[in-house]
């Protein structure tokens, strides 16, 4: 089919959304202009419909007058065909579109002009159809890439003034007033509200807000005012790289892609070479050319680009920015899924698990005395041991004297009693008689004394993400292999191990061990999916076949990664997997289904159980189901009305659907 105004946008030059010439007037006009109804499209299919009318009334016997007005209406409707049909000749292209002008031009040598121009009228009304659907999709897509507020509300000596988010800097404080989209990413340092972050994070209900609580640019503050400090602007913003996804996405070509173009360019010269095989064999020319019409290429050649379009916004829409279609690919066809312990299975930050005093000690005594020793401490033990000190309500003062000893514990003085915090190495040095027989633990015990006496033992652990069980049960499930990889004590990562079901567990791990783990695998012939959150787990994260970062997780990590998951949730880890290969199959679906339409339709045409009519018909209609098959992976409109705006951006290049027959 022709290349119509949609397509030419498709594969035209396009401006970034980050960049300041990208305007929304400019972007809604160029998005307009690519997926409305053109008023000379309609004025075209109008025309040929009428004459194919007209021909049809008028009958076979037509007279030398009205063949040669028939010529002429074919060649003026069907001008876009022929068009793009000389431009595929002058750059030796083979393409659909040379196929569909040389069967009309045929039908119209053989005095066969109703079907010309039936055949014309199908394929404009087809493309207009393509247009539709393509636009629908690719306007589902650009809803996520919204543009953000344009000015922000800035706190200055207590005075607030509205600016440009361009004037805006880091650390700043910014006003989200209730109702309002928020321009940046940041800390909350005042105010409590509701905010709805379903278009970041994918959760459906609104997220409490107070300080020390995390917002993203563009979502949306419900109800209180927010006093929130910047931490990242513009393109370094959540949002901004969700924005930067889809671009690339839109740029890049995935493998499958270009398999899907050769093919494409394989069936013209496939439906040629039949055509004259044909033509030999039974010297009919309407065979011949049905031959020519029922072979298309369209459902993989526009459909492919569109499946990889929509998989990526509605992995973007559950919380997962994928890097582009090529990691999109791959990341269907993994096999072995590794991950990292802290920050990634758990939340990396430990809390005290359970107090366990000892005889004639209460719980409340044991717990009292370690807040008020490790209170002047600045160690992730202590912070959970005061914090849930403070959640019980146990009133607690501080030290006269402390001292820290690293790796073994804290020492205070207290309440005019000396106190210790810390391992039961670091206890009997200083002649602390332990009996505690509480066993062996694989969570991280602390013993504390007071006045030389033992008075029990707090566990602190890392605790493990709510859904790190089902997630791992989901991706065994689905056929994958699962190993903890993690640098943490053999015992501890055994016990994680075994809580989430994994398949192995390779702990006490340096960072170029974790790498060598990963070489050995892939070196293996296995497609392996690294899933981590810190420094120490960027280089295993570029060597595997893919990787995956957790939102919460270093720059560095992000960086390294070829997905990075918004909000640390591992069930976008378990989607995002069943989004990749539902785009797999889709395309796969594409194309047997496009092999086998041609290859019977080609069989019963080169028999003459086709006319030229039918032919058409079977060519359009089984390229639109190929095309609306792929449109079923872009986002709902549910989800474009999420973010609140109409305005339509153009995005840059789509990926090339230069076969748009």
């Known amino acids: 089919m022709p290349e119509n105004e949609t397509n030419r946008h498709i594969r035209a030059e396009g401006v970034s959304i980050l960049s300041p010439e990208s305007t929304p007037d400019r972007e809604a006009e160029s998005s307009e202009h690519a997926h409305g109804l053109d008023w000379r499209e309609m004025v075209r299919i109008v025309f040929v419909a009428l004459a194919a009318g007209a021909f049809w009334f008028a009958g076979?016997?037509?007279?030398?007058?009205?063949?040669?007005?028939?010529?002429?209406?074919?060649?003026?409707?069907?001008?876009?065909?022929?068009?793009?049909?000389?431009?595929?000749?002058?750059?030796?292209?083979?393409?659909?579109?040379?196929?569909?002008?040389?069967?009309?031009?045929?039908?119209?040598?053989?005095?066969?002009?109703?079907?010309?121009?039936?055949?014309?009228?199908?394929?404009?009304?087809?493309?207009?159809?393509?247009?539709?659907?393509?636009?629908?999709?690719?306007?589902?897509?650009?809803?996520?890439?919204?543009?953000?507020?344009?000015?922000?509300?800035?706190?200055?000596?207590?005075?607030?003034?509205?600016?440009?988010?361009?004037?805006?800097?880091?650390?700043?404080?910014?006003?989200?007033?209730?109702?309002?989209?928020?321009?940046?990413?940041?800390?909350?340092?005042?105010?409590?509200?509701?905010?709805d972050q379903a278009t970041i994070t994918g959760e459906s209900m609104p997220v409490e807000k107070n300080p020390g609580k995390e917002v993203y640019a563009g979502t949306i503050n419900q109800s209180g005012a927010l006093e929130v400090r910047v931490e990242r602007l513009g393109k370094d913003t959540t949002f901004g790289k969700i924005i930067q996804a889809v671009e690339q996405a839109e740029q890049s070509r995935a493998p499958i892609q270009r398999i899907a173009d050769r093919l494409a360019g394989y069936l013209v010269y496939f439906a040629f070479g039949a055509a004259i095989l044909t033509f030999l064999v039974t010297h009919n020319i309407r065979s011949t050319i049905s031959v020519i019409i029922v072979a298309g290429a369209c459902g993989i050649a526009a459909g492919t680009p569109l499946a990889i379009l929509g998989a990526i916004g509605r992995a973007a829409q559950q919380g997962a920015i994928i890097k582009g279609g090529l990691y999109l690919e791959k990341l269907a066809e993994v096999d072995t899924i590794l991950l990292d312990k802290t920050g990634t299975l758990t939340f990396g930050t430990p809390e005290l698990a359970d107090v366990r005093p000892a005889p004639q000690v209460s719980a409340a005594l044991l717990l009292k005395t370690a807040a008020m020793a490790e209170a002047r401490s600045e160690h992730p033990v202590a912070k959970a041991i005061l914090k849930k000190a403070t959640e019980l309500g146990i009133a607690h003062g501080g030290s006269t004297r402390f001292e820290s000893t690293p790796g073994m514990g804290v020492s205070a003085v207290c309440e005019g009693e000396e106190v210790l915090v810390g391992s039961a190495n670091f206890l009997a040095e200083q002649g602390v008689s332990l009996a505690h027989g509480n066993g062996q633990s694989t969570d991280s015990e602390v013993f504390v004394a007071r006045g030389g006496r033992f008075l029990g033992t707090l566990v602190v652990a890392d605790r493990l993400r709510p859904e790190a069980k089902e997630a791992m049960q989901a991706l065994k499930s689905m056929g994958l292999r699962t190993v903890l990889l993690t640098g943490d004590a053999k015992a501890v990562a055994e016990d994680v191990g075994k809580k989430l079901g994994v398949d192995e567990v390779a702990a006490e791990l340096l960072p170029e061990e974790k790498l060598q783990y990963v070489k050995r695998l892939t070196e293996a012939s296995h497609l392996v999916a690294m899933v981590g959150d810190g420094v120490n787990d960027a280089p295993a994260l570029a060597q595997a076949t893919v990787g995956v970062a957790m939102g919460s997780g270093t720059d560095v990590a992000q960086e390294s990664a070829d997905v990075v998951l918004i909000g640390s949730d591992l069930s976008k880890l378990v989607e995002t997997l069943r989004i990749a290969r539902r785009c797999h199959r889709t395309i796969m679906q594409n194309f047997v289904g496009t092999l086998v339409v041609d290859s019977i339709g080609v069989g019963m045409a080169a028999f003459g159980l086709l006319n030229p009519l039918l032919a058409a018909f079977i060519h359009v209609s089984s390229e639109l189901v190929f095309i609306l098959n792929s449109a079923r992976l872009v986002p709902s409109a549910t989800l474009a009305k999420a973010f609140g705006g109409q305005t339509a951006l153009a995005v840059g290049p789509a990926v090339s659907a230069t076969k748009t027959a």
């Open 60 to 195: 076979v016997h037509l007279s030398l007058a009205l063949v040669v007005a028939g010529v002429i209406c074919a060649l003026v409707g069907g001008y876009p065909i022929f068009h793009e049909a000389i431009e595929n000749i002058v750059e030796r292209r083979m393409t659909m579109e040379l196929s569909m002008a040389i069967a009309i031009l045929a039908a119209l040598a053989i005095r066969e002009v109703f079907t010309a121009l039936v055949i014309t009228l199908f394929v404009l009304v087809a493309e207009v159809l393509e247009g539709l659907t393509v636009g629908r999709g690719r306007r589902a897509i650009r809803h996520l890439v919204e543009l953000l507020p344009s000015t922000a509300i800035v706190g200055e000596r207590g005075v607030w003034r509205e600016v440009g988010v361009q004037e805006v800097s880091v650390g700043d404080v910014v006003l989200i007033k209730p109702g309002s989209r928020i321009p940046v990413d940041g800390s909350v340092v005042g105010g409590h509200s509701f905010v």
